[in-house]
Structures are given as C-alpha cells and as structure tokens.
C-alpha cells in the first residue's frame, strides 16, 4: 500500500506565507504526478497545483505568481510553498498522487492525503 502524510497547515494572516509537505511512503516505483487539491465545505475539490515527475507544473489560475509546487522525486515528497495568502485561500488542502506505479502490481494508482487545514484571516 501507499500513505501519505501531509504537514505544515495552519492559521495564518493575510499576506503571510505557509508551506505544505507532504511524504509518500510504501511500496512505490515512481510516482508521475504529485500535486495539491483544496475544498471548502459545500464545494467541489479544486486543483491548487501539479508537478510531474518530469518537472512539469500546473497551476490554478487564482494561485499563480503567489504559490510554488516543488517535489523531491527521490525522497517522494511534494511541497507547497503559499506566499501573499488571501482569506479566500482557506480550505483543507490535500495532498495526492496519481500514476502511481507499486512494487509487484501491475497498473497505476491514484492515492489523497487526509487533508490539512490552512486558514488565512483577513
């Protein structure tokens, strides 16, 4: 199987600065896409930001030029580094992986963090 374990969370004002960790453990081959999701209560998950094993990276529009997404590919970790925060930034983030390949399976995972709550106050 495959955790991850998720770090760096908090409560944070307006225009300060957070960052996310997050660690993947367990029997895993290579991990093409690592990223981080967030929800607020009542509304879908949103795509904060990607990063492919190839160094790629994807961003909300409403977080670019103020959040960075780096990984570590080979200690499977993804960071997310939120500067200039805003209140309409809080939300739980989740950590998540996809095109996971395992030790001994054949196909490709997906696998989400618990969640970690960021919330910024104006």
């Known amino acids: 199987q495959v955790q991850l374990a998720e770090s760096g969370g908090g409560l944070v004002q307006a225009g300060g600065s957070l960052r996310l960790s997050c660690v993947a453990s367990g029997s895993i081959l290579s991990i093409n896409t690592m990223g981080w999701y967030r929800q607020v209560a009542g509304k879908q998950r949103e795509l904060v930001a990607e990063i492919t094993i190839g160094g790629t990276t994807n961003y909300a529009d409403s977080v670019k030029g103020r959040f960075t997404v780096t990984r570590d590919n080979i200690k499977k970790t993804v960071s997310l580094q939120m500067n200039s925060l805003k209140p309409e930034d809080t939300a739980v983030y989740y950590c998540?992986?996809?095109?996971?390949?395992?030790?001994?399976?054949?196909?490709?995972?997906?696998?989400w963090g618990q969640g970690t709550q960021v919330t910024v106050s104006s």
């Open positions: 998540a992986v996809h095109g996971v390949r395992r030790y001994g399976s054949p196909g490709m995972y997906a696998y």
